[in-house]
């Protein structure tokens, strides 16, 4: 007996529910209201949290099932049944010669790819007079291989030295300059369009996409004033980060960073039309934050089908096509959270990003904060694109194919 099938025997044995019909309420354990439940055996519904978020059988399914399965008798005697279900568990294996190999060879072929996103990236128009400026395809090299290091700027100079004896910087710079280049406005804009680009080689793989925020911490930290309890409080300052994956191979298609308070419904049209720039949307999943009809429509525009969590006081009453995803999520609960529950991919996406590359940043300047953590991205596309090229023999399409490196292994025949 599980955890959740403890505490339903608890309500069951010491609350009242009531039925009515196929519906039974069932009170909250805090005190705080009822629970509707509906004990379907092909599809339970409980219009709590628990349920709604994990889509399995919470407390209260529990209680209802406890309650239906006892039998009293004229004699006072109770006779209660228990049925048991036997589950199969699929287990995924993981493509372990592929994955060693993938993660043998990433720096290589990292460094490689690296290179060939950003050498035809243009040059912003420079004055006629004073220091010339660093070329903008050795600013994104160079920024995004110190985040992907992950050295302090002295040890990264070797890493430097190596990378012009490749060819893969046009001239020698100082370690320290790096920091510069994160500085740098102009950089910005053109770390958005190498993180699309770098997705575009999966463009024939993935066809469903999730949307979240998450946040990377800085060394900042600020001060404001509670309103609430009167005193004065601290906190470290965070970079808060928009994004849209692919929910097979976890690569960024599309990102977003704005003012760490910004909320988020707002950013999930951007983010999903962003995307459909390169890929085709099949179905787009989100948590409640982004529950809006603005933007089930804005999917439904680009021709795919949203699959947004509803709130626990949602209706139709809205119409249109919000009204229509909403009847969808009522009749068949279980397929609609079956899908919605894709969007775990999103985190499965910022903990990759983090776990590899830091969950802070070390930049104190504001434009330097957001440029480092879209260099996190772009590295964290570039390693999923490695993966994706051993495990689905996907090769990037940004490579010209006359240019395309000889020095990297044969992949692995099918």
Same mark, same amino acid.
């Given at each position: 007996?599980?955890?959740?099938?403890?505490? +339903?025997?608890?309500?069951?044995?010491?609350?009242?529910?009531?039925?009515?019909?196929?519906?039974?309420?069932?009170?909250?354990?805090?005190?705080?209201?009822?629970?509707?439940?509906?004990?379907?055996?092909?599809?339970?519904?409980?219009?709590?949290?628990?349920?709604?978020?994990?889509?399995?059988?919470?407390?209260?399914?529990?209680?209802?099932?406890?309650?239906?399965?006892?039998?009293?008798?004229?004699?006072?005697?109770?006779?209660?049944?228990?049925?048991?279900?036997?589950?199969?568990?699929?287990?995924?294996?993981?493509?372990?010669?592929?994955?060693?190999?993938?993660?043998?060879?990433?720096?290589?072929?990292?460094?490689?790819?690296?290179?060939?996103?950003?050498?035809?990236? =243009?040059?912003?128009?420079?004055?006629?007079?004073?220091?010339?400026?660093?070329?903008?395809?050795?600013?994104?090299?160079?920024?995004?291989?110190?985040?992907?290091?992950?050295?302090?700027?002295?040890?990264?100079?070797?890493?430097?030295?190596? =990378?012009?004896?490749?060819?893969?910087?046009?001239?020698?710079?100082?370690?320290?300059?790096?920091?510069?280049?994160?500085?740098?406005?102009?950089?910005?804009?053109?770390?958005?369009?190498?993180?699309?680009?770098?997705?575009?080689?999966?463009?024939?793989?993935?066809?469903?996409?999730?949307?979240?925020?998450?946040?990377?911490?800085?060394?900042?930290?600020?001060?404001?004033?509670?309103?609430?309890?009167?005193?004065?409080?601290?906190?470290?300052?965070?970079?808060?980060?928009?994004?849209?994956?692919?929910?097979?191979?976890?690569?960024?298609?599309?990102?977003?960073?704005?003012?760490?308070?910004?909320?988020?419904?707002?950013?999930?049209?951007?983010?999903?039309?962003?995307?459909?720039?390169?890929?085709?949307?099949?179905?787009?999943?989100?948590?409640?934050?982004?529950?809006?009809?603005?933007?089930?429509?804005?999917?439904?525009?680009?021709?795919?089908?949203?699959?947004?969590?509803?709130?626990?006081?949602?209706?139709?009453?809205?119409?249109?096509?919000?009204?229509?995803?909403?009847?969808?999520?009522?009749?068949?609960?279980?397929?609609?959270?079956?899908?919605?529950?894709?969007?775990?991919?999103?985190?499965?996406?910022?903990? @990759?990003?983090?776990?590899?590359? +830091?969950?802070?940043?070390?930049?104190?300047?504001?434009? =330097?904060?957001?440029?480092?953590?879209?260099?996190?991205?772009?590295?964290?596309?570039?390693?999923?694109?490695?993966?994706?090229?051993?495990?689905?023999?996907?090769?990037?399409?940004?490579?010209?194919?006359?240019?395309?490196?000889?020095?990297?292994? @044969?992949?692995?025949?099918?």
């Amino acid at each position: 007996m599980n955890a959740r099938e403890e505490r +339903g025997l608890v309500i069951a044995a010491t609350q009242k529910l009531t039925n009515k019909g196929k519906i039974w309420l069932v009170p909250s354990q805090s005190g705080k209201g009822k629970y509707t439940v509906h004990p379907d055996p092909e599809s339970p519904f409980c219009s709590c949290p628990d349920h709604e978020e994990t889509g399995g059988k919470c407390k209260h399914l529990y209680a209802v099932e406890f309650t239906m399965s006892r039998d009293k008798a004229a004699d006072g005697t109770v006779t209660e049944t228990r049925t048991f279900t036997f589950t199969e568990k699929k287990v995924y294996k993981q493509d372990w010669p592929n994955y060693n190999l993938a993660q043998t060879e990433e720096k290589r072929r990292f460094l490689a790819l690296l290179h060939d996103l950003t050498r035809d990236l =243009a040059d912003p128009p420079q004055r006629v007079s004073g220091r010339r400026r660093t070329p903008m395809s050795d600013m994104a090299f160079a920024a995004a291989y110190k985040v992907y290091a992950g050295v302090s700027g002295r040890r990264f100079g070797t890493d430097l030295e190596e =990378a012009f004896a490749k060819g893969y910087v046009s001239h020698k710079m100082h370690p320290g300059m790096t920091w510069t280049f994160l500085e740098s406005e102009l950089l910005t804009p053109v770390l958005h369009q190498l993180i699309a680009r770098s997705a575009a080689p999966l463009k024939t793989v993935e066809t469903d996409f999730a949307v979240d925020s998450s946040g990377f911490s800085t060394s900042r930290f600020v001060r404001w004033f509670d309103e609430k309890y009167g005193c004065e409080r601290s906190g470290r300052e965070w970079v808060k980060c928009h994004v849209a994956c692919g929910v097979k191979t976890h690569v960024v298609t599309a990102v977003r960073i704005l003012d760490k308070d910004a909320a988020d419904s707002p950013q999930f049209g951007p983010l999903v039309k962003a995307t459909a720039e390169t890929f085709k949307i099949g179905e787009v999943s989100a948590d409640k934050a982004y529950l809006s009809a603005e933007n089930m429509e804005t999917v439904f525009g680009l021709g795919g089908t949203p699959y947004i969590a509803f709130k626990e006081n949602s209706t139709g009453g809205k119409g249109g096509l919000f009204e229509k995803m909403f009847h969808v999520y009522s009749l068949n609960r279980e397929e609609y959270m079956s899908k919605y529950h894709k969007r775990s991919n999103v985190e499965t996406v910022f903990s @990759m990003a983090k776990a590899k590359f +830091g969950d802070s940043v070390r930049s104190k300047d504001d434009v =330097a904060m957001v440029n480092e953590v879209l260099c996190k991205l772009l590295c964290h596309n570039i390693c999923c694109l490695i993966m994706s090229q051993f495990e689905l023999g996907i090769e990037p399409v940004f490579w010209h194919q006359e240019e395309a490196p000889t020095t990297l292994p @044969m992949l692995p025949s099918a």
